[in-house]
C-alpha cells in the first residue's frame, strides 16, 4: 500500500500554542535562544558562566580556550538573544572599566532544561541498564 493510497481515519489534531497569550517573548525569540545554544563554542562560554557566575571577558576566553575573534562573536550571539549580560565595572586598582559577563535567569534556565537535561537522562539511562 502506498502512502497516497491511506485513508485518512481520523482529523489530525494541532498542538496547544506553545506560548500564553501575553507571553513577555516571542516564539522566535525563545527559538533564537535555543539556536544560539546549539553552537559548541556558545554552549561552552554559556556552561563556564553558569558554574562561575560572572567573569571578565578575559578569564572567560582564557577558560573556554577559543580563538579570540571566534570567541567575542560567539559571545555577543549570546549577549544577543538574552541568555548572558555584560556589564562594566571598575576595580579599585584600575584606571578604567573592565567588561564582565553573567549568564541571565534565562541562559541558566535554557542550559539547565534543555540540553543539560538531556545529558542527565542519558547518563542517568546508561547507569541503570550497564
Do not use: C, W
Not at 81 to 96: F, M, N, P, W
Amino acid at each position: 500500500m502506498f502512502e497516497t493510497d491511506r485513508q485518512p481515519t481520523e482529523e489530525v489534531r494541532q498542538p496547544d500554542p506553545p506560548l500564553p497569550e501575553e507571553s513577555g517573548l516571542t516564539l522566535e525569540e525563545y527559538l533564537a535562544m535555543q539556536q544560539a545554544i546549539g553552537h559548541p563554542t556558545r554552549f561552552r562560554i554559556l556552561r563556564t558562566l553558569v558554574a562561575n557566575d560572572e567573569l571578565s571577558a578575559a578569564d572567560l576566553k582564557t577558560a573556554v580556550d577559543v580563538e579570540s575573534h571566534n570567541f567575542h562573536y560567539h559571545l555577543d550571539e549570546l549577549v544577543d538573544v538574552g541568555l548572558v549580560d555584560k556589564r562594566q565595572r571598575r576595580t579599585a586598582d584600575s584606571q578604567g572599566f573592565y567588561t564582565y559577563y553573567r549568564p541571565t535567569a534565562m541562559g541558566r534556565g535554557i542550559l539547565e532544561h534543555g540540553a543539560e537535561e538531556l545529558m542527565r537522562r542519558e547518563r542517568e539511562f546508561n547507569d541503570a541498564y550497564s
